[in-house]
């Protein structure tokens, strides 16, 4: 999932923006939530490092992930600190921090499925005929209460 988060400041009232969007289709961004934080408090944190950023910035009802946050604390730290910056955006895509897949292999060793099915031996039709003369319809009576057969 692609995620923009935009960090706006309003230095006059000390506020800080948070604004969280995710593209729900390709080239659809939609906004998902807003949080506003104490603008000065969230500059110190950011410079006391990744922790304490990350406690502030984290709440009940916005809460990255840790890879996030890691992101979000590199991409602002000079946010923070430039006066004449006023908003910045962080696209994150969480496929980015899976690890990668080690690339599949047959190893010579492997028996391949028609082999096994070839050795299983061809089913002959009097044994499919004994299989399916066998009545599979389901018998009850009236004073069996069981679920199973109702």
Request: proline share 5%; charged share 40%; with cysteine.
């Amino acid at each position: 999932m692609k995620q923009k988060i935009r960090f706006e400041k309003n230095v006059k009232d000390n506020i800080l923006t948070v604004l969280e969007s995710s593209e729900v289709d390709p080239g659809v961004v939609m906004p998902l939530h807003e949080e506003k934080y104490d603008l000065a408090q969230m500059a110190a944190a950011a410079k006391e490092g990744l922790d304490p950023f990350t406690r502030l910035l984290r709440r009940r009802s916005f809460f990255p992930t840790r890879d996030l946050c890691i992101k979000l604390h590199g991409e602002t730290l000079d946010f923070f600190t430039d006066t004449t910056q006023d908003k910045v955006i962080v696209e994150f895509k969480d496929s980015e921090t899976l690890p990668e897949e080690e690339e599949f292999a047959l190893e010579d060793e492997d028996v391949e499925l028609d082999a096994l099915l070839d050795e299983d031996g061809d089913s002959k039709e009097d044994e499919i005929k004994e299989i399916d003369s066998e009545d599979d319809t389901p018998r009850f009576t009236p004073e069996d209460t069981s679920e199973h057969e109702n």
